[in-house]
Structures are given as C-alpha cells and as structure tokens.
C-alpha cells in the first residue's frame, strides 16, 4: 500500500521544540519532491517547508525561517522537520506531500493524514 505517515506532533509550549517524521511506504521518495503544508482558513492549505530529493532544492516559509529545519534520510525513506523556538502561531495540523513533477506546490501525488501540532503560549 502506497501511503505517508506523519509522526511527531504533540503539545509544546511556546520557545519548545518539536520534530515531524514523514515516512514513506511502498514508493520510494527519490524522484520527488516532499512538503510540509498547514492550513490556513480561507485559504487550504499552505507550504511550510520543501526539499526536493531529485535536485536538493529546499523553500521555507518567511514565517518560518531561522526556526523550522527541513531534512531527509535516505536510507529509512523518510523526512524531517524540526522545528525551534515554537509560537502559538504555528499551531495547526501539519501534512506531508509528496509530489512527482512540481514543487512545493500542494498538488501533491501523495499525502499524509496530518499530525497536530500545538503551541501554548
């Protein structure tokens, strides 16, 4: 079954630190390009962070810069994103894509289910 888990969210309080885990089943992540998005009301859902495995390009959000940190692993097929120096702003269900012919462009070939991510202020 062909599927993206995310993993990692949890409750935090504001200044604290969290790490999602995108992990990848039966498809290799090699040929694409992996985004963490959340939703933005009125709007779906926006990207957070992107890096794209077949060339290395990595996007951060403005908002995010400085704090979030976007990484993979080959060898378990999985993605990373830490984030620091959390705000309550930031609180949101987080969803991983994955997308075979565009970046960072939400139209992804797959997605997770999400993970909540909440920030106590």
């Known amino acids: 079954e062909v599927q993206l888990v995310e993993s990692g969210g949890g409750l935090v309080q504001a200044g604290g630190s969290l790490r999602l885990s995108c992990a990848a089943s039966g498809f290799t992540l090699d040929d694409y390009a992996i985004g963490w998005f959340r939703e933005v009301p009125g709007k779906g859902r926006e990207a957070v962070s992107c890096i794209s495995r077949r060339d290395g390009e990595v996007y951060y959000q403005d908002s995010v810069k400085g704090r979030f940190t976007i990484s993979n692993d080959n060898e378990k097929n999985e993605v990373y994103l830490q984030m620091t120096s959390l705000k309550p702003e930031d609180t949101n269900v987080y969803y991983c894509?994955?997308?075979?012919?565009?970046?960072?462009?939400?139209?992804?070939?797959?997605w997770g289910q999400g993970t909540r991510v909440t920030v106590s202020s």
């Open positions: 894509a994955a997308e075979v012919d565009y970046f960072c462009s939400g139209l992804g070939n797959y």
